[in-house]
T-cell receptor
Framework: KQEVTQIPAALSVPEGENLVLNCSFT??????LQWFRQDPGKGLTSLLL?????REQTSGRLNASLDKSSGRSTLYIAASQPGDSATYLC?????????FGKGTRLSVIA | GAGVSQTPSNKVTEKGKYVELRCDPI?????LYWYRQSLGQGPEFLIY????????DSGLPNDRFFAVRPEGSVSTLKIQRTERGDSAVYLC???????????FGPGTRLTVT
């Protein structure tokens, strides 16, 4: 069964901290990996897409890496801000469209 | 530009009724996806269209669920004889083609009473 595990399930940090969110997956036939942000009661906003030939992507304060051999991806958020508070979901596409984890709920305290 | 839109944003229906949920993808996107998200869970794949045809419907839970995309643009997810367990947020996404970045709509929150 295809599974995505996100650790931790919840995280609370003071403003300004750098933090890392972890994602692991069991499917070795991964193609793309995508990180999303979801605010309460809202849809998903795409943050970063790592394609099969890539190992990392960066956008502003966000950096995502992908290691297919170990089945892991990390999302690094630099200098966190209260506006970063949301649930962060990782998902991969392989033999089917996106398989999602349950997300990490992040709270950044001012 | 306009993103993915979904209507209605909320739908409350009684057990046993029929419902239709609509998705308008980003213009020019040939791939369209439906997902379902229950509280505290990540979205789960339901069905994927490439153009007008369903390329993968392996995620549909049973034959009460059906989706169409007759002209390769707007899609409708149809649920017959709704059950309380169908209550969830139904998300639609589109992409330029398969394996490209997916863009999600705001979702339709379905509540079956």
């Amino acid at each position: 069964k295809q599974e995505v595990t996100q650790i931790p399930a919840a995280l609370s940090v003071p403003e300004g901290e750098n933090l890392v969110l972890n994602c692991s997956f069991t499917d070795s036939a991964i193609y793309n990996l995508q990180w999303f942000r979801q605010d309460p009661g809202k849809g998903l906003t795409s943050l970063l897409l790592i394609q099969s030939s890539q190992r990392e992507q960066t956008s502003g304060r966000l950096n995502a890496s992908l290691d297919k051999s170990s089945g892991r991806s990390t999302l690094y958020i630099a200098a966190s801000q209260p506006g970063d508070s949301a649930t962060y979901l990782c998902a991969y596409s392989g033999n089917t469209p996106l398989v999602f984890g349950k997300g990490t709920r992040l709270s950044v305290i001012a | 530009g306009a993103g993915v839109s979904q209507t209605p944003s909320n739908k409350v229906t009684e057990k046993g009724k029929y419902v239709e949920l609509r998705c308008d993808p980003i213009s020019g996107h040939t791939a369209l996806y439906w997902y379902r998200q229950s509280l505290g869970q990540g979205p789960e794949f339901l069905i994927y269209f490439q153009g007008t045809g369903a390329a993968d419907d392996s995620g549909l839970p049973n034959d009460r669920f059906f989706a169409v995309r007759p002209e390769g643009s707007v899609s409708t997810l149809k649920i017959q004889r709704t059950e309380r367990g169908d209550s969830a947020v139904y998300l639609c996404a589109s992409s330029l083609s398969s394996d490209y970045e997916q863009y999600f709509g705001p979702g339709t929150r379905l509540t079956v009473t």
